[in-house]
């Protein structure tokens, strides 16, 4: 299995922004499609956003739409989660999955199925 670390995950007032970033260990990004993923204390791990291999497709929940944006530099190894307008209820543990079938080349969906490469995570806390 191959290593991701998230990074950028810190305590934040609502209406503020951060931004989240994935890279690899020991492997160059560009050959996967990239997904985040959040977990908030007692519920399920939520799939939030994505993007394709080629970078040309991405993918949002609704609960974020419009609010985070995902991109990617292949040139520097890194996937990043622009996050703006947070909530409250954007709490949670981010993580970032990696993922390289064929259908992922153009397109990505936002399930955890699609990636067998997982980090560990990073905190992020919307709080005043």
């Known amino acids: 299995q191959l290593q991701l670390v998230e990074s950028g995950g810190d305590l934040v007032q609502p209406e503020g922004s951060l931004r989240l970033s994935c890279t690899p260990s020991g492997f160059t990004l560009n050959e996967y499609a990239i997904a985040w993923f959040r977990q908030a204390p007692g519920k399920g791990r939520e799939g939030i956003s994505c993007?394709?291999?080629?970078?040309?497709?991405?993918k949002y929940a609704d609960s974020v739409k419009g609010r985070f944006t995902i991109s990617r530099d292949n040139a520097k190894n890194v996937v990043h989660l622009q996050m703006r307008s947070l909530k409250p209820e954007d709490t949670a543990t981010y993580y970032c999955?990696?993922?390289?079938?064929?259908?992922?080349?153009?397109?990505?969906?936002?399930?955890?199925?699609?990636?067998?490469?997982w980090g560990q995570g990073t905190q992020v806390t919307v709080s005043s």
């Open positions: 999955a990696a993922g390289n079938g064929p259908l992922l080349y153009y397109n990505c969906p936002i399930d955890r199925n699609a990636y067998p490469n």
């Open positions: 993007i394709s291999r080629r970078g040309t497709g991405t």
